[in-house]
């Protein structure tokens, strides 16, 4: 099962699987966002951490942002990265919960244990709470595992040999969800959660995208990821979250897919539906999201509310 780990326990669960745990920096910033999450995590990360490229860990071939890379791809980066396929990881984002979820996803999909994934909630509360000299555990000797030591490199490890599978049931291509929304599936075979923002689910407000229609699917379900999230961009609690999707009528019953703009918050709701009960096999990512929704599907098959 994905677990959530709060910064209280970190230490504490950092000891317990020091043997063969490697932190994952998963941070991705917005295009328009004047920061590049490599160069922060030069200057700051977690001891013995590697930094995973969500722009790099992806099919270059493609038109589209953020697809999934193929299995041979796959392997080689993470290998290059020095992860091993029995390695404990603690994902962690430099903004708190965001792209970090698109790295967990694709480890799923890829075969990696799901009892090895852990999610941290959050990196930037962890450092929070270990800024002041004062604090009673560093009074009891106890050091931060944040490392503010310039490194240059990706990772700490020699390469490894990592091996993985593919879980086709847990990705939605294009051509398999036009075929859903042509035979109307959708809402009474499927549930389809989008997690973009509300304006631009029903059309009021443009796509980031120059050209791109805003829009939804018909009969599918607006969850906004940041609805998922405490305003310091961590989790709601398990039973918060449990409110919200039944609030949304969310039918476990069903498969669920959930879609976003890019592929990248869609993962972050996916997470919030595991963390809440919803079974991981259940689930799965329509990939080229609205942006390939909106440049490939007929017009007919863009809903506007305004």
Sequence with gaps: MLSVIPPAIVDSFY??????????????????????AFHEFMK??????????????KDSTSQFPHMLPSKEEFETIVSKLGIKNDSVLLFYDQQGVFSLCRAVWMFEIFGHDLSKLNILNTYPAYK????????????????????????TKETPYPPSNYKATMNEKKVVTYEQLLELVKSDKIGSEYNLIDARSGPRFTGEAPEPRPGLSSGHIKNAINIPFSEVLTPDKA????????????????DDSKPIIVMCGTGVTACLVRCALQLAGYNSENIAVYDGSWTEWAQRAPAELIVKDF
Aim: avoid cysteine; hydrophobic fraction near 40%.
């Design 44 to 57: 700051n990360r977690f001891v013995g951490a590697v930094f995973l490229d969500i722009d790099e860990v």
């Design 128 to 151: 929070k709470s270990h800024s002041d000299p004062n604090l009673v555990m560093k009074v009891h000797g106890k050091e931060t595992l944040v490392d503010n030591n310039l490194f």
């Design 235 to 250: 989790f709601l609690s398990a039973m918060t979250l449990k409110s919200i999707f039944k609030e949304k009528k969310i």
């Design 15 to 36: 000891e317990k699987n020091k043997e063969n745990i490697i932190p994952v920096d998963a941070s991705w910033y917005m295009p328009n966002v004047p920061i590049t």
